[in-house]
């Protein structure tokens, strides 16, 4: 079955400590976004790529950071820098960016925890 | 900053009922879309309407929009239990690139 992919689904940091997210999918989909959702609230864009090797920041990129070297791979690194780090990370990904009229197709998520 | 504002914030209905949710925005839209979200999920799209068009509908959903008061509503007839979850809004503000902007959502509590 296509779909998103997302690894893992709870982590578990020290305060300090870089971590990394995956997200992988199988579409064959030329755009992809993280989001950020904190309780009782929206999802706030992060960083989104509409092709390989080229991303954009979203809303809420500092202290964020990520790499789009394959179409079907744009893993998420969170920074010692971001202040709030705890949040749940969730990856989507469309058929183009440039069309605006594509629904986004979204993974199951990370809960990240950072003490 | 947040395109979409869903109202109301929390709703609780009986099985079989009709849930009713509002979205409002404020700058001019390409398309409104709705998701829903199912506790500790991703969200999963459930329908788009595009900014020329003012009803669609999809199984037992039904939306509306209003382009002239900025707002959308979506309704879910004959509710189950299995409808709990949050539901969200998300414009393509036509000013704000190939951005998706989500509302902050309803929480639809359906009781069997």
């Known amino acids: 079955d296509g779909g998103i992919t997302q690894s893992p689904k709870y982590l578990f940091r020290k305060e300090g400590q870089n971590v990394t997210l995956s997200c992988e999918q199988n579409?064959?989909?030329?755009?992809m976004y993280w989001y950020r959702q904190d309780p009782g609230q929206g999802l706030r864009l992060i960083y989104y790529?509409?092709?390989?090797?080229?991303?954009q920041k979203g809303d809420i990129a500092e202290g964020y950071s990520v790499s789009r070297e394959k179409k079907e791979s744009f893993p998420l690194t969170v920074t010692s820098a971001q202040k709030n780090p705890t949040a749940f990370y969730l990856c989507?990904?469309?058929?183009?960016?440039?069309?605006?009229?594509?629904?986004?197709?979204f993974g199951n998520g990370t809960r990240l925890t950072v003490t | 900053s947040q395109q979409g504002e869903e109202d109301p914030q929390a709703l609780s209905i009986q099985e079989g009922e009709n849930a009713t949710m509002n979205c409002s925005y404020k700058t001019s839209i390409n398309n409104l879309q709705w998701y829903r979200q199912n506790s500790g999920r991703g969200l999963v799209h459930l329908i788009l309407?595009?900014?020329?068009?003012r009803e669609k509908h999809s199984g037992r959903l039904r939306v509306t929009l209003d382009t002239s008061k900025k707002s959308s509503s979506l309704l879910i007839t004959a509710s189950r239990a299995a409808d709990t979850a949050s539901y969200f809004c998300?414009?393509?503000?036509?000013?704000?690139?190939?951005?998706?902007?989500f509302g902050a959502g309803t929480i639809l509590r359906v009781k069997s």
């Open positions: 309407i595009r900014s020329n068009e």
């Open positions: 579409l064959n989909h030329d755009a």
């Open positions: 989507a990904s469309s058929i183009t960016g440039i069309t605006y009229n594509s629904p986004l197709h």
């Open positions: 790529s509409q092709i390989v090797n080229d991303f």
């Open positions: 998300a414009t393509f503000p036509l000013e704000y690139g190939n951005k998706l902007v």
